[in-house]
């Protein structure tokens, strides 16, 4: 198997884990743990993680000093902005509203890079800009928010939030990439990200009453902790490490297709015929923006 199949695989398995999230941390979050305590536990034992494999595999520890104000913009963009708005987000919204709206990730992404490296927006990407927000616009403007009031309007809006932040990242991180290895970025990145996240969840944290978890309860907190987080990472970051910023961010279309089945099944929400043609909008931008002459 080479390196690239490899790097596609590891991406595939790390969005499978990401569109299966989202009906699993409705489970848990805000009935049994408040939103911002969760994004303390998936930090923390996400941190916890990264340095036991370092101690288990010791080598250079540091980075560069120049490198250092990159590092704290990827852990703005990829771990406190975005976990904070999406678990939060995710905690008023749907399962199937947020994995749409994260659909949004490689539109942003082209245009972010587009912006940073001074390309030229052509006609074919605004094109496909026009179509993701449109499709976005859809969502937000559809019957969920009607019938459930404000809290899923602004969930839909913090999960935007989310995905231009993630998009941010996965530009910014692709020369860490570069220097780096990838657990390396990953480990320095979250270090700095923990300590972003700790002064808005901590007091959440202490409050929560674990003794009113069962079993499903404990099993959904640890597969956030450890696979929501620390293997998807793991897998996303190594798949970056080979294939550009632009294919990795495009696997994100898997995602909705997991969360859908996963929510009708399991959350009992329901795939309208809105939702099918935001959808399809989405993923048309989506095609149109990346799409190669």
């Known amino acids: 198997m080479t390196k690239n199949t490899k790097a596609h695989l590891a991406v595939l398995g790390a969005n499978l884990i990401f569109g299966s999230g989202y009906a699993v941390v409705k489970t848990i979050t805000p009935q049994y743990i408040a939103p911002f305590a969760l994004n303390v536990v998936r930090v923390l034992s996400s941190l916890v993680l990264f340095w036991l494999v370092f101690l288990m595999k010791p080598a250079k520890a540091g980075i560069e000093k120049?490198?250092?104000?990159?590092?704290?913009?990827?852990?703005?963009?990829?771990?406190?902005?975005?976990?904070?708005?999406?678990?939060?987000?995710?905690?008023?919204?749907?399962?199937?509203?947020?994995?749409?709206?994260s659909l949004g990730t490689p539109i942003f992404i082209t245009i972010i890079a587009a912006w940073l490296l001074r390309e030229k927006l052509t006609l074919q990407k605004l094109l496909g800009l026009a179509l993701g927000i449109g499709g976005a616009a859809m969502l937000i403007l559809s019957k969920d928010i009607q019938q459930n009031g404000k809290d899923v309007l602004l969930g839909d809006l913090m999960i935007i939030i989310n995905a231009v932040s993630y998009a941010f990242y996965l530009v910014m991180v692709r020369p860490l990439?570069?220097?780096?290895?990838?657990?390396?970025?990953?480990?320095?990145?979250?270090?700095?990200?923990?300590?972003?996240?700790?002064?808005?969840?901590?007091?959440?944290?202490?409050?929560?009453?674990?003794?009113?978890?069962?079993?499903?309860?404990?099993?959904?907190?640890?597969?956030?902790?450890?696979?929501?987080?620390?293997?998807?990472?793991?897998?996303?970051?190594?798949?970056?490490?080979?294939?550009?910023?632009?294919?990795?961010?495009?696997?994100?279309?898997?995602?909705?297709?997991?969360?859908?089945?996963?929510?009708?099944?399991?959350?009992?929400?329901?795939?309208?015929l809105t939702k099918a043609l935001a959808a399809l909008c989405i993923f048309a931008g989506v095609f149109v923006v990346n799409r190669r002459k």
């Open 66 to 101: 120049k490198d250092i104000p990159r590092f704290l913009l990827c852990a703005i963009t990829g771990v406190a902005i975005n976990q904070l708005f999406f678990i939060k987000g995710l905690s008023l919204t749907t399962a199937i509203h947020s994995s749409l709206l």
């Open 177 to 272: 990439m570069e220097r780096y290895k990838p657990i390396h970025v990953l480990r320095w990145v979250f270090t700095f990200g923990t300590f972003m996240i700790l002064p808005f969840g901590i007091e959440q944290f202490i409050d929560t009453n674990w003794g009113a978890f069962g079993p499903a309860q404990w099993v959904a907190l640890s597969f956030v902790a450890l696979f929501l987080t620390f293997i998807a990472y793991l897998l996303n970051v190594y798949g970056l490490s080979v294939l550009s910023s632009s294919a990795t961010g495009s696997y994100i279309y898997t995602q909705p297709v997991f969360a859908a089945i996963i929510a009708m099944l399991f959350m009992g929400e329901h795939f309208t």
